[in-house]
């Protein structure tokens, strides 16, 4: 299977100046590849979330080698960072973040035009099909204030599909949800990786939802760390 991301020896740390420099990834070496679904667990603090956004493009390393689709990406300039990142990679946020003045479809369809300034042909019935996908063809109209927290990460997790993504990077994004609602999420993202063929990596703290995936990554000390064997 053909590599989506790929991390080597990526170290990540914060401060300077007056605060004093804490390294909080320690040279971490991950390697995604395509169709992959895979979890990202850890105590809080152990720089799940920092490990995202480098992956993301939203923060250069400081160390290490960080490859996207075969193209070098831990140094480009802002402009080449935001066409990659526009290009391959879809987001998902524990808070939706969805604009609250837009309707869910003018939502899913901000990435794409926040990436080419405008809509592309097929941009707003590709838009319309996702959402339809995930049982809000009748909602796509409506604000995200007139719908239910499940049904606002699902549009989240539309809109983080929109530009057709190779990889959707999701931090924590049932972490705001009941356990049912929950589940009903994460098993709309497996579906969708199995039915488009995209990676994901979805950060969760809840053990079960990270069991359930087919491959499991801990992050413990800003390092990765061995699985822990599966019991049962
Ligand atoms: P997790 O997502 O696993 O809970 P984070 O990646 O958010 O962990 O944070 C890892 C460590 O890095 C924490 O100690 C946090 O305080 C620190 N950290 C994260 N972002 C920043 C930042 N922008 N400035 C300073 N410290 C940060
Ligand atoms: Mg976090």
Not at 119 to 132: K, Q, V
Not at 161 to 169: E, K, Q
Not at 199 to 215: G, I, K, N, S, W
Request: glycine content about 10%.
């Amino acid at each position: 299977m053909a590599e989506v991301i790929r991390l080597e020896g990526v170290r990540k740390g914060y401060g300077g100046g007056e605060a004093p420099w804490v390294e909080v990834l320690h040279g971490v070496d991950l390697v995604l590849h395509e169709g992959e679904f895979v979890s990202l667990a850890g105590p809080s603090g152990s720089g799940k979330s920092t490990l995202l956004n480098i992956m993301g493009l939203l923060e250069p390393p400081n160390d290490g080698a960080l490859t996207i689709a075969g193209e070098r990406a831990e140094a480009l300039d802002d402009d080449a960072r935001t066409r990659l990142r526009n290009r391959y990679l879809g987001f998902v946020f524990q808070f939706h973040h969805l604009l609250p003045a837009f309707s869910a479809l003018e939502n899913v369809l901000m990435p794409v035009f926040a990436g080419t300034g405008r809509l592309p042909a097929g941009a707003r019935e590709h838009a319309l099909a996702l959402l339809e996908r995930v049982g809000l063809a009748e909602h796509a109209g409506k604000r995200p204030v007139q719908l239910s927290g499940g049904q606002q990460q699902r549009v989240a997790i539309v809109r983080a599909l929109a530009n057709r993504p190779r990889l959707v990077l999701a931090d924590e994004p049932t972490g705001n949800l009941d356990t049912q609602t929950a589940a009903e999420v994460f098993a709309l993202m497996h579906d969708i990786n199995r039915e488009q063929g995209v990676t994901f990596l979805v950060v969760t703290h809840d053990e079960r939802l990270a069991q359930d995936c087919p491959r499991r990554v801990n992050l413990v000390d800003g390092r990765i760390a061995p699985s822990p064997a599966l019991v049962g």
